[in-house]
């Protein structure tokens, strides 16, 4: 007469508080790999380059048209940031070197997530509104035209007599 009671689907409560704490140990490993990785990397003299050293082909943009691709020198920009050169990273590749930040900070918020169970996540996860995607897009393109630019003067530097010295 009476409908049977449908067991509980709920997962028990240990369950339930370790699943985002497995969540955040894998976004910290995620985060952290490549900073890791560029670690072991020497950053290329050329500014692009670096990514050759774990037998990817050369940019084919660069190769192609003559200009860098929007991501030319980001390994470059990871590698001089995971040892600490921030300046060589930022003059590198100025989005590589803020999404090699970005990537760190992930890394250690979701770290202390895994860790603590803290929900510092949400505070990252918060900030990320249109506004701030836009201002990533217009610093991609940014660093886009800034890259092209020292690939061009790398270039017309390179067939001054005296090999390059102006002087």
């Given at each position: 007469m009476h409908a049977e009671a449908?067991?509980?689907?709920?997962?028990p409560a240990a369950t339930t508080a370790a699943a985002p704490r497995m969540v955040a140990a894998a976004v910290a490993l995620a985060a952290a790999g490549p900073?890791?990785?560029?670690?072991?990397?020497?950053?290329?003299?050329?500014?692009?380059?670096t990514h050759e050293q774990l037998g990817l082909p050369a940019c084919g943009w660069v190769a192609a048209a003559?200009?860098?691709?929007p991501s030319c020198g980001?390994?470059?920009?990871f590698a001089h940031a995971a040892r600490g050169d921030l300046?060589?990273?930022?003059?590198v590749q100025p989005a590589g070197a803020i999404l090699a930040l970005a990537a760190a900070m992930v890394a250690v918020v979701a770290a202390f997530t895994a860790a603590t169970g803290a929900k510092s996540w949400e505070v990252l996860w918060s900030s990320l509104s249109?506004?701030?995607w836009t201002?990533?897009?217009?610093?991609?393109?940014?660093?886009?035209?800034?890259?092209?630019a020292c690939v061009r003067l790398?270039?017309?530097?390179?067939v001054l007599p005296l090999g390059g010295a102006a002087w």
């Open positions: 449908q067991p509980d689907l709920v997962r900073l890791v990785l560029a670690a072991w990397l020497e950053p290329a003299a050329a500014g692009l380059g003559g200009i860098p691709c980001m390994t470059t920009a300046l060589g990273s930022f003059l249109p506004r701030v201002v990533l897009i217009v610093v991609v393109i940014l660093a886009w035209v800034y890259k092209i790398d270039a017309a530097i390179e």
